[in-house]
């Protein structure tokens, strides 16, 4: 009896020893995560990463956070992600495309193995992230937001709601892979609809100089997917109101900040569902061999307050299904 009891105490402990060494933990030192943000915009990815870990019974005694923010700086983001990998935190969370291709591109070139997950990116499959969505192998696993998928369909919802737009000029980035696979996916969706496009390249300043100089009456304007779009917002917001047309966005803040409306999963809900990955890459689960998954669920926003600036016609079928934003205008509904 006395020897069953000591072999069963060597296994447990050696199922321990395994357990702490993938985690990193000694005693009682927290896990170490390190956040990739490109910029100050996706730190609501985070503000959803730590209230999901909380409700997952996380406290900050047990997981410690390196947070990594380049304002938007491509040189700085790859300094950053550097530090990151020479720090060898027991797992890292991505908060967008251009963070993840980055650091893929890193471990790649310097043999290192961390698992990754990253919260809401469009396309990984496409972009060579995960070699499948059911079995992605490798490192990485996590969140496909699909906002490259449903460019399309935000273009349709946008002459949908507006039916009066003789043209959409869609604001994209010729030097992001996700955004110009969108910009395909318009360009097609563009043939179905009958719809007339005229893309507009924000990597270069020049995009938002002409759209000031060309915008017109009748016209519209759809955001596809961008760290540097997104960090022009204010200024495509100001661009809509002095021309008053209406413009389409991803994320619910875009029409928070002034858009008409916006379609797509938001940054809070991305990093939220992404602590469930967290979590069980934490228990010992590896990361090739969780499922990426599609985001929990996907917003239609409008803005009321814009709505009425504009004074445009709107489909009101459509606006019924929509979620309104700043609905004390105009005795508006929640």
């Known amino acids: 009896m006395k020897t069953k009891w000591y072999f069963f105490f060597l296994t447990t402990i050696a199922i321990s020893a395994i357990i702490y060494a993938f985690l990193g933990v000694r005693g009682d030192e927290p896990v170490e995560i390190g956040v990739l943000m490109i910029g100050e915009n996706r730190y609501e990815k985070f503000t959803g990463l730590e209230a999901g870990l909380k409700d997952l019974g996380y406290s900050g005694k047990e997981v410690h956070f390196t947070v990594k923010n380049a304002h938007d700086d491509e040189v700085l983001i ?33 043999n290192i193995e961390i698992p990754v997950v990253f919260a809401g990116l469009a396309a990984p499959k496409e972009l060579g992230l995960i070699k499948d969505y059911k079995s992605p192998g490798g490192l990485f696993t996590g969140i496909n937001n699909y906002h490259a998928s449903i460019s399309g369909k935000r273009l349709e919802m946008l002459t949908s709601l507006v039916p009066a737009i003789d043209r959409v000029h869609v604001i994209y980035d010729s030097k992001i892979d996700v955004s110009k696979l969108s910009l395909d996916e318009t360009r097609n969706a563009a043939k179905d609809l009958g719809v007339v496009i005229s893309p507009c390249d924000a990597s270069s300043k020049e995009c938002l100089e002409n759209l000031w100089k060309t915008v017109d009456d009748g016209e519209a304007i759809l955001v596809l997917p961008s760290f540097r779009i997104e960090s ?101 509904r929640k």
């Open 78 to 110: 790859d300094k950053q992600i550097d530090q990151l990998l020479e720090n060898n935190p027991n797992l890292i969370v991505t908060l967008g495309g251009i963070e993840t291709q980055r650091l893929k591109a890193k471990m790649d070139k310097k």
């Open 232 to 332: 022009l917002t204010d200024e495509i917001v100001k661009l809509t109101e002095e021309k008053k047309i209406p413009a389409m966005g991803l994320y619910d803040f875009e029409a928070k900040k002034g858009l008409l409306a916006s379609y797509g999963s938001s940054f809070y809900s991305q990093g939220y569902q992404a602590s469930r990955f967290v979590s069980l890459i934490l228990q010992g689960n590896k990361p090739g061999e969780l499922p990426v998954e599609l985001p929990d669920g996907i917003r239609f926003v409008v803005n009321q307050q814009t709505k009425d600036s504009l004074g445009i016609a709107i489909n009101q079928d459509l606006l019924h299904i929509a979620e309104l934003i700043h609905p004390e205008v105009q005795g508006g």
